[in-house]
């Protein structure tokens, strides 16, 4: 199969919106959190969706490829849902329906455990993000475009990370509501471009 510049587009899109994203997440985190605790929080999230996807590429998606066309349906209407999911909690946070950034900071849950919550749930979303095209057969032009947005991200973060740290300290709805949108865009590709 050729390299398709489309489908990298795409993937590129996708993923680096979601790892830029991401970039962000993780700065709030440590100014909620903790270094720390977002530390322990990103490594056990990360080896618990690394799990899912060795078990995947063993497993399932030698049999999932019969069934890619759902695959990436399932996926684009996840990403969908929790997009419009994170656009409506930032309208209910600005109408002051639900607390802000503050409620993760409950006395209930350990800075730890919201930590892995949190990461694990934007790890997902790489996640539903990846496999799809992997499925589709893009697996190419998904790492390529993978490395890139991991690139990008990371080269973001350097240079204007520290300075955005107390900008973006109280702003987690607001970055959500970024990523909401980006979600259900890349949703919408996947979820019926991709078929």
Do not use: C, H
């Not at 066309?69 to 930032?90: P, Q």
């Not at 475009?145 to 973060?157: D, G, K, N, Q, T």
């Amino acid at each position: 199969m050729a390299f398709d510049l489309i489908i990298f587009a795409t993937a590129l899109y996708a993923l680096t919106s979601e790892t830029v994203e991401d970039s962000f997440m993780l700065i709030i985190f440590q100014v909620s959190f903790g270094k720390k605790s977002v530390l322990y929080g990103l490594v056990a999230a990360s080896i618990a969706i690394a799990s899912i996807m060795v078990i995947l590429v063993i497993y399932g998606i030698p049999n999932l490829e019969s069934y890619s066309d759902y695959v990436a349906a399932v996926s684009g209407l996840f990403l969908i849902s929790l997009g419009v999911y994170w656009i409506i909690k930032f309208f209910l946070a600005r109408k002051r329906a639900i607390k802000k950034e503050s409620e993760f900071e409950q006395k209930t849950v350990t800075k730890s455990v919201a930590s892995f919550t949190m990461v694990s749930v934007e790890l997902l979303e790489i996640l539903a993000l990846l496999v799809p095209f992997i499925l589709t057969g893009y697996v190419i032009e998904t790492s390529i475009a993978m490395i890139v947005s991991i690139l990008i991200s990371i080269a973001l973060m350097i240079t204007i990370g520290r300075k955005l740290r107390s900008k973006l300290e109280n702003k987690l709805t607001q970055v959500k509501l970024f990523a909401g949108f980006a979600l259900i865009l890349s949703g919408s590709i996947i979820g019926f471009d991709l078929l």
